[in-house]
């Protein structure tokens, strides 16, 4: 291990205080290892980040010479690890290092960061990835969002989605869902309530043993009810963005007969904005059917290229990843702009392998972005799923090698208008 950091780790006490733990040096994680964060894979802690303890997850520091705990023992009184959420835009390099109790568990389906303390200010491993304006949290859960929601639902009484995104909105402070009520950027429209694919860290629906952070839609909304919220969005919002495929949602693609029934008679009425769908491209037959008429952006949800590792991650039924090949091929021949989400795990995607597969797959594809979205999974639970692999390079050289070897690639965190 090395010497003793700038670096001094974190604990939440029995109070809900946050506090650092001087004379020992902060650790972080990378895969399955316990590291010393690199001075280029932290900053100072985002504006819109949040600082929140671990659930009995025991914190851990670096002496010098030995890893030690920060327990009741060394403190005075019961302790947990501290992490940091990240807002959007923002990309986590290092998760949080921390010791289970006794019996191991899981911790909940979050984007744990990893944080430490120095001269006075709160330091957080993560890199921007993308501009933050639109995503900051100052512009959302605003005094005036209930009064926004209750016009459109007294606009659209009979549309469920609309009341569906209004729970999304005050429930789960959903984003994408608030944007529809506040009539800007993008609005998510979840359409889906079944997938193909049974994905360890789904949100919507448990796979594994830890729940799911929010409940998934348990209808399937009229081509009317689609038709008229894509509809009012596009015609009223500014760099107005409606996607199909949210978190409340299974996979859209499935829903394509009513999906491209709804784009057309939007599309009919209005030409301004953006039509996005968030896919895992698997059902390369819907895929094809929402291109034709006249889909603008697909975001295909990938965890890794290499075909084992998809598979063990997100557990395809009746498609493969070669399907998905193909549904970006045809995207791509359609003149649909193609992302891919991909889920980034600090110790996974960084992998020399992961890199060089990604590195063929997206010029091989003609991929136009990538789009880093934090994985939210317990390590432990993803390490005892997917297989092992190379050397960990670390997320920071990740990006790097992009953005010098495949510079035509735009590198960033979410959707950008189209139109």
């Known amino acids: 291990m090395p010497e003793v950091n700038q670096w001094q780790p974190l604990y939440a006490n029995n109070k809900g205080e946050v506090l650092e733990y001087p004379g020992f040096s902060m650790l972080a994680r990378s895969g399955s290892e316990w590291v010393e964060p690199d001075p280029t894979e932290m900053m100072p802690l985002p504006n819109g980040a949040t600082l929140v303890a671990i659930p009995n997850q025991i914190p851990v520091g670096w002496d010098g010479q030995r890893v030690r705990i920060i327990d009741q023992a060394s403190t005075g009184t019961s302790t947990q690890a ?22 191991l568990q899981a911790v909940p389906i979050l984007g744990y960061t990893a944080v430490g303390f120095r001269d006075g200010n709160i330091w957080v491993a993560a890199v921007q990835s993308d501009e933050h304006r639109k995503w900051h949290p100052r512009f959302y859960n605003t005094e005036r969002l209930p009064k926004r929601i209750y016009r459109l639902l007294k606009k659209y009484p009979d549309n469920r989605i609309v009341r569906q995104l209004a729970n999304c909105s005050l429930r789960y402070s959903c984003y994408t869902a608030q944007n529809l009520f506040y009539g800007r950027w ?3 429209i979840p359409t889906m309530n079944t997938c193909n694919a049974d994905c360890l860290g789904c ?40 996607s199909f495929g949210q978190g409340c949602e299974g996979e859209p693609a499935l829903n394509a007969e009513d999906l491209a029934q709804a784009i057309r008679k939007i599309r009919q009425d209005t030409d301004r904005g953006t039509i996005n769908i968030n896919s895992n491209a698997g ?70 392998d992961e890199i060089e597969s990604l590195l063929a797959f997206v010029r091989k594809y003609g991929v136009n972005m990538i789009q880093l979205r934090n994985l939210n999974i317990d390590a432990e639970l993803l390490f005892h799923n997917v297989p092992k ?19 035509e690639i735009t590198i960033g965190s979410y959707t950008h208008p189209v139109r």
């Open 203 to 242: 949100i919507s629906e448990s796979h594994i043993a830890v729940d799911s952070p929010q409940q998934r839609i348990d209808f399937r909304p009229s081509v009317q009810e689609i038709y008229e919220l894509g509809r009012e969005h596009l015609t009223k919002a500014r760099e107005g963005i409606i």
């Open 82 to 103: 501290v992490a940091a959420l990240l807002p959007q835009g923002f990309t986590r390099t290092l998760l949080p290092a921390y010791v289970y109790p006794e019996a």
């Open 389 to 407: 692999g190379g050397e960990a390079l670390g997320i920071k050289n990740f990006i790097s090698t992009f953005q010098e070897q495949a510079p």
């Open 186 to 188: 993008e609005a998510g």
């Open 283 to 352: 059902y390369t037959k819907g895929i094809k059917k929402l291109c034709q008429v006249g889909l603008d952006a697909l975001r295909v949800t990938m965890f890794s290229s290499r075909e084992e590792s998809y598979r063990c991650y997100h557990r395809p039924r009746n498609y493969s990843l070669k399907d998905v090949i193909n549904s970006i091929c045809y995207a791509r021949q359609s003149e649909v702009v193609v992302s891919l989400n991909l889920l980034v795990f600090p110790g996974f995607t960084d992998r020399e």
